[in-house]
């Protein structure tokens, strides 16, 4: 029988079919025999065994943060066959007695911290006596690294710590954190050195600031206290105190409260201290008659939309001139002029000197000032602004728009970190520079207000009790009723008493500021609290070499 045409197509197509199958299968056998891409190997990189945390100076090199290893005792609980025996043996060498030893143990349950660190010269007897006894399984004297602080309390919100892993938690050791404990290095075996940070601080200046604190403290007993002093020819911050405050070394025992540092974060209406601001942007701005002397009989009233608002003053001052309102301090001088002012441009003005913004001094917070713009003011505001209320700031915030107050009328960048440098070479990452960050005021303005901070510590003036014999100074003290936000008055909030002070007054070297929240006695003010302080700190300066005067004998 013939064989039909379509079934000798379907016969070639199925041969077909299986030849390219066939070849197919012959050429995926070969791929995985013979052509098998070789698996990578990976290795771990080569990297540094240990990093060591670098070390915080201040500006002299007083060591003010450095890691260092210390020795503690721990007890396996687990392997101890007699505690009596154990704690006899170890008492001598971290000075507890046996008993305190067992009572402690009792807070575990499988490995006990005894005494978190001994004498280095008690490592080696410790560990020879626990061998006479057959002990060395039992007790571990165990070496680790800790970060230690000389300073103990002074700038110790400034300074900040670290965790048990040598992290940084707060202040300087957390923003540096990537400067003083880097990355292991790669390639490279041994140690990575982390790099050494040097703070503006001046410690002997710091130690002035806090003693002064210390004893506004014990006299007043506020709830809380702030002081800096700053460098007013470069913005350095040689000095920075906050109260209450804290030993470092004994951070499990702090507060909250005594961890924040009121000198940078709290931010308050400052009282009559912003009185030296406002009136150079008055003078500034050149729109009121300043060159008119203000008649003060104890109050001003003025028209507000249709109220009339009194503000008051602490007594009748008389003609007063500009020098003659910022020495004694007259409100309605103050008000007056500043009615006369452009709101707008005053404002503008008060935002050159930082007072909308924040300054970056390099620690965690960044506390930004506040005022309402314009739009948002009532009747009263603009003259408010001007003797300190409705606004808030904070200390830092008045020490460096001060700079601006000297002969050049310059904003300066207050900084707190001078360099940064490689603990092995001695090579600088970083140098702090000066940074003008604004041209404020003219000369002439300046020269005004300085003078007007003059007069106040002369006879009639608030800051007589800032006087210094032999010191050519300038004050402006400041006494602030605090805003009550639960009753929405001033009159049963509380006060802040302060003093901003320039020295040398002509050429000034320093900017110092004092300020006390919530003092308690029967006469409260700027003048008497913290005015006297700025006296001993400029006696301090003095004494110590930093400050010239041109009698020698106020010692």
Same mark, same amino acid.
């Given at each position: 029988?013939?064989?039909?045409?379509?079934?000798?197509?379907?016969?070639?197509?199925?041969?077909?079919?299986?030849?390219?199958?066939?070849? /197919?299968?012959?050429?995926?056998?070969?791929?995985?025999?013979?052509?098998?891409? *070789?698996?990578?190997?990976?290795?771990?990189?080569?990297?540094?065994?240990?990093?060591?945390?670098?070390?915080?100076?201040?500006?002299?090199?007083?060591?003010?943060?450095?890691?260092?290893?210390?020795?503690?005792?721990?007890?396996?609980?687990?392997?101890?066959?007699?505690?009596?025996?154990?704690?006899?043996?170890?008492?001598?060498?971290?000075?507890?007695?046996?008993?305190?030893?067992?009572?402690?143990?009792?807070?575990?349950?499988?490995?006990?911290?005894?005494?978190?660190?001994?004498?280095?010269?008690?490592?080696?007897?410790?560990?020879?006596?626990?061998?006479?006894?057959?002990?060395?399984?039992?007790?571990?004297?165990?070496?680790?690294?800790?970060?230690?602080?000389?300073?103990?309390?002074?700038?110790?919100?400034?300074?900040?710590?670290?965790?048990?892993?040598?992290?940084?938690?707060?202040?300087?050791?957390?923003?540096?954190?990537?400067?003083?404990?880097? +990355?292991?290095?790669?390639?490279?075996?041994?140690?990575?050195?982390?790099?050494?940070?040097?703070?503006?601080?001046?410690?002997?200046?710091?130690?002035?600031?806090?003693?002064?604190?210390?004893?506004?403290?014990?006299?007043?007993?506020?709830?809380?206290?702030?002081?800096?002093?700053?460098?007013?020819?470069?913005?350095?911050?040689?000095?920075?105190?906050?109260?209450?405050?804290?030993?470092?070394?004994?951070?499990?025992?702090?507060?909250?409260?005594?961890?924040?540092?009121?000198?940078?974060?709290?931010?308050?209406?400052?009282?009559?201290? /912003? *009185?030296?601001?406002?009136?150079?942007?008055?003078?500034?701005?050149?729109?009121?008659?300043?060159?008119?002397? /203000?008649?003060?009989?104890?109050? +001003?009233?003025?028209?507000?939309?249709?109220?009339?608002?009194?503000?008051?003053?602490?007594?009748?001052?008389?003609?007063?001139?500009?020098?003659?309102?910022?020495?004694?301090?007259?409100?309605?001088?103050?008000?007056?002029?500043?009615?006369?002012?452009?709101?707008?441009?005053?404002?503008?003005?008060?935002?050159?000197?930082? /007072?909308?913004?924040?300054?970056?001094?390099?620690?965690?917070?960044?506390?930004?000032?506040?005022?309402?713009?314009?739009?948002?003011?009532?009747?009263?505001?603009?003259?408010?602004?001007?003797?300190?209320?409705?606004?808030?700031?904070?200390?830092?915030?008045?020490?460096?728009?001060?700079?601006?107050?000297?002969?050049?009328?310059?904003?300066?960048?207050?900084?707190?970190?001078?360099?940064?440098?490689?603990?092995?070479?001695?090579? *600088?990452? +970083?140098?702090?520079?000066?940074?003008?960050?604004?041209?404020?005021?003219?000369?002439?303005?300046?020269?005004?207000?300085?003078?007007?901070?003059?007069?106040?510590?002369?006879?009639?003036?608030?800051?007589?009790?800032?006087?210094?014999?032999?010191?050519?100074?300038?004050?402006?003290?400041?006494?602030?009723?605090?805003?009550?936000?639960?009753?929405?008055?001033?009159?049963?909030?509380?006060?802040?008493?302060?003093?901003?002070?320039?020295?040398?007054?002509?050429?000034?070297?320093?900017?110092?500021?004092?300020?006390?929240?919530?003092?308690?006695?029967?006469?409260?003010?700027?003048?008497?609290?913290?005015?006297?302080?700025?006296?001993?700190?400029?006696?301090?300066?003095?004494?110590?070499? *930093?400050?010239?005067?041109?009698?020698?004998?106020?010692?």
């Amino acid at each position: 029988m013939a064989t039909s045409p379509k079934h000798t197509y379907i016969q070639f197509f199925t041969v077909l079919i299986a030849l390219i199958l066939g070849i /197919f299968f012959i050429r995926l056998a070969i791929l995985m025999i013979f052509d098998q891409p *070789k698996a990578k190997i990976y290795h771990d990189p080569e990297v540094a065994e240990n990093v060591v945390r670098g070390t915080v100076y201040d500006r002299n090199g007083r060591i003010l943060a450095i890691e260092r290893p210390y020795w503690g005792v721990y007890l396996h609980l687990n392997m101890i066959d007699d505690m009596n025996l154990v704690s006899e043996v170890i008492a001598p060498y971290v000075q507890m007695s046996p008993s305190e030893i067992q009572l402690k143990a009792e807070q575990y349950t499988t490995y006990a911290q005894i005494k978190k660190e001994i004498d280095d010269r008690q490592v080696e007897p410790l560990r020879t006596t626990l061998r006479e006894h057959g002990l060395q399984n039992q007790v571990n004297v165990e070496k680790r690294v800790g970060r230690t602080y000389p300073a103990q309390f002074h700038a110790s919100q400034t300074i900040g710590f670290t965790n048990r892993e040598m992290e940084g938690i707060e202040g300087i050791e957390l923003t540096q954190e990537s400067y003083l404990q880097p +990355y292991p290095e790669i390639g490279k075996q041994g140690t990575t050195y982390g790099e050494d940070v040097t703070l503006t601080l001046d410690m002997d200046i710091q130690y002035a600031l806090d003693v002064q604190l210390q004893q506004i403290a014990d006299e007043f007993a506020p709830d809380y206290a702030m002081a800096i002093i700053l460098d007013a020819r470069n913005g350095d911050i040689l000095g920075i105190s906050s109260f209450p405050w804290y030993d470092i070394n004994a951070l499990g025992s702090s507060e909250a409260e005594e961890r924040r540092n009121n000198a940078v974060n709290h931010l308050y209406e400052p009282g009559s201290v /912003f *009185k030296l601001f406002s009136t150079a942007s008055i003078l500034q701005i050149g729109e009121a008659k300043t060159d008119e002397p /203000f008649l003060c009989d104890g109050s +001003y009233t003025f028209k507000a939309g249709s109220s009339n608002v009194t503000i008051n003053c602490s007594s009748a001052h008389g003609e007063v001139d500009v020098e003659t309102m910022l020495a004694k301090s007259c409100n309605g001088a103050i008000s007056h002029w500043a009615l006369q002012t452009d709101a707008e441009a005053f404002y503008a003005l008060l935002g050159q000197l930082g /007072f909308t913004g924040s300054f970056d001094i390099s620690l965690p917070s960044k506390a930004k000032a506040f005022i309402a713009d314009p739009s948002q003011w009532s009747g009263r505001t603009l003259p408010t602004i001007a003797f300190g209320q409705e606004l808030l700031v904070s200390a830092l915030h008045l020490c460096a728009a001060a700079t601006a107050l000297s002969p050049s009328g310059e904003l300066l960048a207050p900084h707190l970190i001078l360099s940064r440098s490689s603990p092995v070479t001695g090579e *600088k990452s +970083y140098q702090r520079e000066r940074t003008i960050l604004s041209q404020v005021f003219d000369p002439t303005v300046t020269e005004r207000v300085r003078e007007g901070m003059h007069r106040a510590t002369l006879s009639g003036g608030t800051g007589t009790q800032a006087q210094v014999e032999g010191v050519n100074l300038g004050v402006k003290t400041g006494t602030a009723q605090l805003f009550n936000e639960e009753t929405g008055s001033y009159e049963d909030g509380t006060i802040l008493v302060s003093t901003l002070a320039m020295v040398p007054i002509d050429s000034p070297e320093y900017i110092i500021y004092v300020g006390a929240g919530n003092p308690k006695g029967a006469s409260l003010y700027g003048s008497n609290v913290a005015a006297p302080a700025v006296a001993a700190i400029v006696r301090t300066l003095v004494s110590q070499g *930093k400050l010239i005067t041109t009698d020698t004998t106020i010692l």
